[in-house]
């Protein structure tokens, strides 16, 4: 008859099995794509219009921008596999199609806002391991900015962004847009799947989310090391990386680091390698992105409007 010590270890050893082969499976499994050449699909969620006729006029240069060549790049030393594995058919099924419309189903001078909430996600780590996905997190920044709250002109400009910076360790940088909270990894994990599966106020269903980060691929790889597949998110309609704006906004040669990025969109940034900090510059930095080429003299009230409020939104 066995002893309650070898029941519990049997029970410890099936639950370890269990977690071997589902980390094994996710592995398997291709990642979730980022989209490298999103620049449109981010001014279309925006309300943003696409008119060529209301947008500076670019250097020769970036007509060449080649945005297969950048994805490998990046991938590359994010440790993907190059190029990018496409969605498999199981995978691709669980997604739903992305409700971003192309750039020729709506009026260019009158888009409409989209009922999404943006999602910047920063990881800081101390040890990861590329061949089992094993990875101790130090770090995990949440940036959010609900579209809904644009719409509420009571609401402050300077509230509209959220940041949250939740830690494992105490040894990390100041964290400049609010209070770091202490946390385990374990509990990170929830948080983590509780924010990829938001849901809007009951009955109402689950609200689209637009994931953003910098340097996404890491990222992408960390969160189905930690059982999250963004396969199966459905909630999940776009994948945005500032990295890969900033090569279209300016060009393929411009070195795309975080703090590059920030500093040519204008933004006061500091401390940067938090991870709080991080996802606060990369959602602010993709709204200024997404603004950066359009001509003020050719916009129409109703866009110039808007785009202040962006820029006002990304520069408090």
Known sequence: METRHEKNVQRKLQVKKRKDAMAKYLRSQPLRPINTCGLQTLQRALGLPLDPCL???VEAQEDNFEPERLDQEACSRAGQPNP???LAKSAAGAISETTVPTPGDFDSQEPELLDVIFIAIDFEYSHYSPKTGHIRLR???ISMLDTRDLCHQ???LKDIISTQHYRT???TKTF???KSIDISQDELVLILKRLLCLEGESPKPIRDLILVGHGLGFENKVLKGLGLDLNLAPSVIEIFDTEFLGYEVF???FKCSLSNVVRKTGISGGFF????NDANFSLRAMLLLACHRYDPLKANITLQSRLEMYRKIAQL
């Open 176 to 178: 400049l847009f609010g």
């Open 84 to 86: 990018p594995v496409p």
């Open 154 to 156: 009571s609401n402050s």
């Open 251 to 253: 060009d393929k040669t």
């Open 139 to 141: 770090e995990v920044g």
């Open 169 to 171: 360790a105490t040894d």
């Open 273 to 276: 390698h938090n991870a709080g």
């Open 55 to 57: 947008l500076l006029r």
